[in-house]
């Protein structure tokens, strides 16, 4: 085969890709603002994305709070810019790692989750019985899950900022010996509110990203439990790409 051909099969392959699941995102949005509403079905997941995580999110929020300020100390004391470490830490957590780390971490809890769950109702086809008894799948299933996920991970980036913040207060007073309320007074004098903003709303981008990626695989999986399998890999490998790649675009926008 000729290899443009080849390429540009598998460039249009890429657009079209695109194009479903833009199409499939805009559809889970249109289902979120429009009646019926599944209040029921919003609380569950509430509770399954967004309270089930906090262990793993609080996990890692401490340990690399604890790491993030070990490595600023090393790397500070070459240019005797020890005292720099609170300002450093809370400034990666808020506006970098809290989010990036927290939304890497629910895609492979969450979006993986998603995937499976909605995946093994379509090859089971529990989805075309719905939609033979007049219930859209997309209020039902897929909008509740989408903004269950917009509503709760900036809850739990707000607490991952808190304990990541401790994990490195910990450390630098107790090895490093940084003074207690030194240490958090130039913490809260150095951290501003658009440190904080954005943070937050990378995480309810980062939440939309997770649930509808996770959505978009599981419902068009086919091929029984090999399929459902396959959407699960491809919900989190795609998730984790999204999130690096509109990390970057939002810092951007926010530091221009």
Sequence with gaps: MNPFTSIGRSTLSIFAEIGRFSMFAARAVAAIFSPPYFAGQLGRQCFQIGYLSLPVIGLTAVFIGAALALN????????????????????????????????????????????AEIGTMRVTEQIDAMTTLSTDPFKFLIAPRVLAAVLTLPVLVAVADIIGVMGGYLVAVNSLDFNGATYLRNTFNFLETQDVVLGLTKAAVFGFIIAVMGAYQGYNSSGGALGVGRATTNAVVGAIVLILAVNYLITAFFVE
């Design 72 to 115: 600023i100390y090393v790397g500070g004391a070459r240019f005797n810019a020890e005292s720099f470490v609170p300002n450093i830490v809370v400034l990666g957590i808020t506006r970098e790692l809290g989010p990036v780390l927290a939304g890497l971490m629910l895609a492979g809890r969450v979006s993986a989750g998603i995937a």
